[in-house]
Each structure stands twice: as structure tokens, then as C-alpha cells.
């Protein structure tokens, strides 16, 4: 029926249904009062099951997914966590001296820090807010790693009333004999600056970096006023910004001739075994073994010397990368450990001519180098340099000092006089 011709509602008809559209047909007035009466019974008669006046109990519902049910979001890759190496790669033990090297991190930076200072005593207050001068974790108190080592460390009060910390007699005793250690190589640590000058570019360094890597090389902390007393080797100039350069001033050849081209007159074989640049070829050579060695050969030698100026080689031919590659087995070969950690290397990247694609290009070389620890910060190791146990087959004096120092630093006391004078 058109809606115009439906009749208007009875005046008798109640006020429910004048609620609905005049429009609407009479079948749906009548279902719409039959769910309203409906709805009002319901709610009369029986209280509402989640009502607060229901008797029945809420506490067995779940509210909340249990912790052991929740799905376990997978850790985003991170490269302050990542290894360098896979399992299967992993040489334990070198990665356990990476371990060693954050055990006594405290220990190495307090060390130096505390050296500096006048009469190498520090304020215990002032020393709980240099974490990262002194090298224990943040947020921790500093007195919890003086204590890890009390050969080492000690604090009293002073007569100021204040607490200070500072070395041990001991300590003190330890220290002569290293400044004895450092007075005795002086001559070898000045020909190692003066082998790192010739590979420099414009042979010259900036002081500060030869300063912050001295450990690297077992440079005393004062050298910057030793080589006024070497004017045949070095020269200091000063730039217009203040910067303060070392420069090489006489070149000897005798100096000019890398780690690696020594070990090549001695076994031959050996360094052709060292590095790798396969050639490209294609499927139809059909070469085997022996046959891919000797192509790759001529790719590998003759090597680049590192004492060569890298500036004139073009950055990404094969010399150049040989070059670098030589660059990084040289200046390891001039460390004390025969490592070097990337800020290390970083540091000297201008003077070396090295690239930001140096880690991919000593992950191409696992015959030489093992880059342990993380790719944030990785070391990268000379194999040949260790034995088969992660033992330096040739220790510098200072290395042996400081296998000692850390020896003390376990110990909570001395065991006896004849025991310190064995070590």
C-alpha cells in the first residue's frame, strides 16, 4: 500500500505507539511495544549477571594473557650485539681476550687516569661521576671496582675529612718498574713512531693521535717531550689552528722494508698463502684446484709495500686494496699485541689512506686477520703472531709487565715475600 494512504492513528491509541513514525505500518508499531514490554520484564524480574547485585563471582575470568602464553618477540639485529663471527667461524681464544680486556677495563683505565693526576690521588666523590675516565659500568658505585682489586687500589680519609683513592705502595713498586721498562725500549718505541711517519701520507701525524694509540704501541705517556731529544728524526710543528704535527725529517731505508717482506725472504710459500684476490674467470676454463691457485697468484703477487704512497693509487683498483691490505698487516705488526681494536685504526684512516670499507675487507682475508668481539667494535687479530693456545709467540717486555699486573689484580693479598720476588 503507498504510504500516503495510510490512515492516521485512533486518538485512543496509547503513547507508545505515537512514538513510532506515523509513516511505519502497523505490523511494526506492534513488534516494537512487544520487545519494549519484553526488555522491562526482564530487567525487573531478574538482576543483571554482572550487576553488583549478583551473587555470582567475576575472579575466574581472564583478564589477562598469562606471560608464559605471550608470543616472545624476536630481538632486533643490533650491531652493538651482533658477532663478528658465526659459530662455526668462532676462535675462542681470541674472543677471550676481548673478555679479558673488559674484565680489566677498570683496572687499565684507572690505571692511566690516576697516573696523571697530582700525586696520582683522586677524590672518591668526584671519581663515582667519571665512569667513562675510569671505565666501571654506569650507575654503579666506583668503590664496588676499587675493592675488585685491592693490591692495586686503596682508600683513606683524609685530613680533610674526605674520602680519596689512589695506588697501593705496592702499586707504586710496580710502577717504577715499568717506567724502568718504557726508559730501557725508549730507542725500539722511537723507531716504531718513525716507521708509522713513513707510511703516513705527507709523512706527518698530529700528535693528539699519537697520543691517544700510545698503549697500542707501548709509548711512554710522555713522549711528546722525549723527541726534542731525537731533532735528527722528528720535528714538532705547529699549525694556525694550534694543532701540534710530528714530522719525519730524514727517510731510512733500512726502516722501509714491512713485517711481511721480511717473512717473504725467510719461507716464500707461506706469504703466498697469506692473502687472496681471486681472479674473475668464466666456467669455460674448466680449471681445477691447483690450476684456480695459480691464477689467482697473479693477482696476489707481487704485494704493494705499505711504505709506498698510497695517495697516487686509484681507490678502487686491485693495487690499492693490496696496499691497504699491507697498510693493516704492517701497523698490526708494529702493536704490542699484534691487534688493534676499529677506533684504533679508525684514528689513522687520512694519514693510511684506508676506506670506510675496511671490515669487508679484511673479512675477505681470513688467512691473515680474525675480526673478533662485535661489529660496533671488533679487533682485528694477526694470526700468525699467536700460537695455537692464543699465546703471543714473541712478548714485548711490556706485555710481560702487564700479564703481571692483572695476575696481582686477582689476588686479594700477597702470599709471601719470596712468592712477589719469583714473579
Known amino acids: 500500500m503507498p504510504l500516503y494512504l495510510i490512515p492516521k492513528p485512533p486518538p485512543h491509541f496509547t503513547d507508545s505507539a505515537r512514538s513510532i513514525p ?13 520487545h519494549k514490554t519484553a526488555t522491562t520484564i526482564l530487567n525487573s524480574s ?3 549477571i ?13 583478564t589477562k594473557t598469562p606471560k608464559k602464553f605471550k608470543k616472545k618477540r624476536k630481538k632486533k639485529d643490533s650491531p652493538r650485539t651482533n658477532l663478528v663471527q658465526t659459530q662455526p667461524n668462532l676462535v675462542r681464544h681470541f674472543e677471550n681476550i676481548l673478555l679479558r680486556d673488559a674484565h680489566f677495563r677498570f683496572l687499565t683505565k684507572a690505571k692511566e687516569f690516576l697516573s696523571k693526576q697530582p700525586q696520582q690521588v683522586l677524590l672518591l666523590d668526584e671519581a663515582g661521576k667519571l665512569h667513562q675516565q675510569l671505565g666501571f659500568p654506569r650507575g654503579r658505585k666506583v668503590i664496588r671496582s676499587i675493592q675488585r682489586h685491592p693490591l692495586i687500589f686503596q682508600t683513606y680519609r683524609h685530613t680533610d675529612n674526605k674520602m680519596w683513592f689512589g695506588f697501593t705502595d705496592f702499586m707504586d713498586e710496580l710502577l717504577r718498574e715499568e717506567q724502568g721498562i ?13 716507521k708509522l711517519l713513513m707510511m703516513s701520507v705527507n709523512k706527518r701525524i698530529p700528535l693528539s693521535k699519537i697520543y691517544h694509540n700510545r698503549l697500542l704501541f707501548g709509548i711512554p705517556e710522555d713522549f711528546r717531550d722525549r723527541v726534542a731529544k731525537y731533532p735528527n728524526y722528528f720535528r714538532v710543528v705547529v699549525e694556525e689552528d694550534g694543532k701540534r704535527v710530528l714530522e719525519l725529517v730524514n727517510w731510512d731505508p733500512t726502516l722501509a722494508m714491512s713485517a711481511l717482506e721480511k717473512e717473504f725472504l725467510v719461507d716464500e710459500d707461506k706469504v703466498k698463502k697469506a692473502f687472496k684476490f681471486p681472479m674473475k674467470h668464466g666456467k669455460e676454463l674448466e680449471l681445477d684446484v691447483e690450476g684456480e691457485r695459480k691464477l689467482n697468484m697473479l693477482n696476489t703477487l707481487p704485494l704493494v709495500s705499505p711504505y709506498s704512497d698510497g695517495s697516487k693509487l686509484d681507490l678502487w683498483t686491485l693495487e690499492a686494496e693490496k696496499y691497504r691490505v699491507g697498510v693493516i698487516h704492517e701497523f698490526l ?11 684504533n685504526i679508525v684514528e689513522f684512516k687520512d694519514e693510511l689512506c684506508l676506506t670506510k670499507h675496511t671490515y669487508q675487507m679484511l673479512l675477505k682475508q681470513p688467512w691473515t686477520f680474525y675480526l673478533a668481539g662485535t661489529e660496533m667494535n671488533w679487533c682485528v687479530f694477526l694470526k700468525d703472531a699467536y700460537g695455537e693456545d692464543g699465546v703471543l709467540i714473541n712478548k714485548d717486555p711490556q706485555i710481560e709487565f702487564n700479564e703481571k699486573l692483572y695476575m696481582y689484580a686477582e689476588m686479594q693479598e700477597l702470599e709471601s715475600e719470596s712468592y712477589i720476588s719469583k714473579k
Do not use: C, G, W
Open 22 to 34: 506515523q509513516r511505519a505500518p502497523p505490523a511494526m508499531a506492534l513488534l516494537h511495544l512487544l
Open 46 to 48: 531478574k538482576p543483571h
Open 50 to 62: 554482572f550487576s553488583s547485585s549478583s551473587h555470582f563471582s567475576t575472579s575466574f575470568l581472564i
Open 182 to 194: 718504557m726508559n730501557e725500549l725508549e730507542r725500539e718505541r722511537v723507531d716504531v713512531v718513525r
Open 333 to 343: 705488526s708494529l702493536t704490542l699485541e699484534k691487534r688493534a681494536y676499529i677506533h
